[in-house]
Structure formats: C-alpha cells, structure tokens
C-alpha cells in the first residue's frame, strides 16, 4: 500500500515563526497537495505539484509557499506563521487521477 | 470546473439502522468518484471509488455507493451501521484526463447512536 507520512501529528508555533510541513510518499507518485481543513469549510487546496520543482497554486496559497526537491518530498513552508493559519494540514498523493492517498494530518496551533 | 455537494451536514442515525450519504456533483466531462472516510484526529481513508465499469461500487466496511450518471448523483449507503461508523465522509470528484486535481464536498457528519 501507499504510504503518505507527514512528520508531525501536532505542532505548535509562535506568532511570526517560519514553519515547515513535511510530507514523504513512498510509491513514486507523480502528484502530490497540500489541503487545509477548518470545520466546515471542508478541505481547501493550498498548492499542488505534478513533478519535481513544480508547483501550482490552488485555491488559497496566500501565506504559504512550499518546495519539492525530490519525487518523495513535497514541503509545505508558512513564511511567517499567523494564528489565521491554525488549522489541519493534510498531505495527499496520487499516481493520476483515479486514487488520492493521504497523511495522518498535522493539526498545526498558532499562539 | 467540476463541484460537489453533499446535502447534509450532519446524519444521526441509529446503530443497525441502514443509512445514505448523498452525495451530487456538477461536470461537462466524464468523472472519477470518491467517498473517504475521517476519523477524529486522523487523515483521510478512502472507501471506494468509481471509475468506470459498474455503476454499484463496493467498498471497505460494508459501504457501497451507485454512480447514476442521468441525476449525477454517488450515493453512499450501508444497510447496517456500527457505533464505529461514526466519523466525518467526505464525496469528492475528479476529471478524466484532467489535471487530477481532486474536489471535495464539505463533509456529511455520520453520528450513530447505540
């Protein structure tokens, strides 16, 4: 089975902080996304990226950046945190369009 | 630009009781459909999709869903539900040869009372 591991269940940053997100699959999938989730709002797409060193903007990107260096690895960088941006955090992968496999979350609290 | 509804927000229902989650969504070209599953505090696990093929799906714990392309409608049922059912079902949608880019419905609260 596909593995999607995000590095941290729970974190908690400062106002202001530069956080990293780490996400790393291990099937070789082309797509990776990172989503946000806030109760009922579902979950929002904040960037995308289809290869190595590309990457998409989705629907709210504003605040954040990320980075993909390698297949396996896609970042999702908060370049200064606010307390707007406490949330979940879900990283998901897929091959095409016909499966999306997801990380265990980081749930991520801006003091 | 595909979209998603799921019509209800929250279902209470009891245990062994069947139950549906609706699920309708809006497309010009033809589509994958997904139903995920999330428990509190986890990511998103997936229950059964659709392809092509059959219109009936059958998924992992005992859920199925029908593809009806005329109402452009992914229902999801179980005809007996577990106090262990209860967690969020999110609906989402993709487009064939498109840029896999999946969108989701905003989630149907499952809350099964024993």
């Known amino acids: 089975d596909v593995k999607v591991t995000q590095s941290s269940r729970y974190l908690v940053k400062r106002t202001g902080e530069k956080v990293f997100l780490e996400c790393v699959q291990d099937?070789?999938?082309?797509?990776m996304f990172w989503y946000r989730q806030d109760p009922g709002l579902g979950l929002r797409l904040i960037y995308f990226?289809?290869?190595?060193?590309?990457?998409e903007k989705g629907d709210i990107p504003e605040g954040y950046s990320v980075s993909r260096e390698k297949k396996e690895r896609f970042s999702l960088i908060l370049e200064s945190a606010s307390t707007n941006q406490t949330s979940m955090y879900l990283c998901?992968?897929?091959?095409?369009?016909?499966?999306?496999?997801f990380g265990s979350g980081t749930r991520l609290t801006v003091v | 630009a595909q979209s998603v509804t799921q019509l209800d927000s929250q279902v209470p229902v009891f245990e062994e009781a069947p139950v549906e989650l609706r699920c309708n969504y809006s497309?010009?070209?033809?589509?994958?459909l997904f139903w995920y599953v999330q428990y509190p505090n986890q990511g998103l696990q997936l229950l059964l999709k659709?392809?092509?093929?059959?219109?009936l799906v059958k998924g992992i714990n005992g859920f199925e869903a029908e593809f009806n392309k005329s109402q452009t409608s992914f229902h999801l049922r179980k005809p007996s539900v577990h106090i262990s059912d209860t967690a969020e079902y999110f609906c989402a949608v993709s487009v064939w040869g498109g840029s896999y880019i999946p969108t989701f419905g905003r989630g149907t609260s499952l809350i099964v009372h024993p």
């Open positions: 990226s289809y290869d190595v060193k590309m990457k």
């Open positions: 497309s010009s070209v033809s589509v994958y």
């Open positions: 998901a992968s897929s091959l095409e369009g016909t499966g999306y496999t």
């Open positions: 099937m070789d999938h082309e797509n």
């Open positions: 659709y392809l092509s093929g059959s219109t």
